[in-house]
């Protein structure tokens, strides 16, 4: 946050202005406090149920991935046939 008594220039009189604002302490925490619960109950209600199928597609990735050093293998030795004829 900028130095509460700026610099006395006309060129940072804009600047100033923008951001030496007063705010409502008070407004804030409870504004917080809204979003503290709206994001726990999207956690509990929507993303907590979706752990299991989320699991089980990292699971399926992980199969993928592991899979992927022969796919590479068996490319380079393709490449390589290809470039022989």
Not at 34 to 52: D, F, Q
């Amino acid at each position: 946050m900028p130095y509460k008594n700026p610099v006395d220039n006309v060129r940072w009189a804009y600047t100033s202005a923008k951001y030496n604002k007063g705010f409502d302490l008070d407004s804030i925490a409870e504004d917080l406090g809204t979003l503290g619960s709206a994001l726990t109950t999207v956690e509990s209600e929507h993303l907590r149920p979706l752990r299991p199928a989320v699991e089980a597609i990292n699971a399926q990735f992980e199969g993928i991935i592991g899979l992927m050093p022969g796919v590479a293998e068996k490319a380079a030795i393709v490449a390589e046939h290809a470039r022989k004829q």
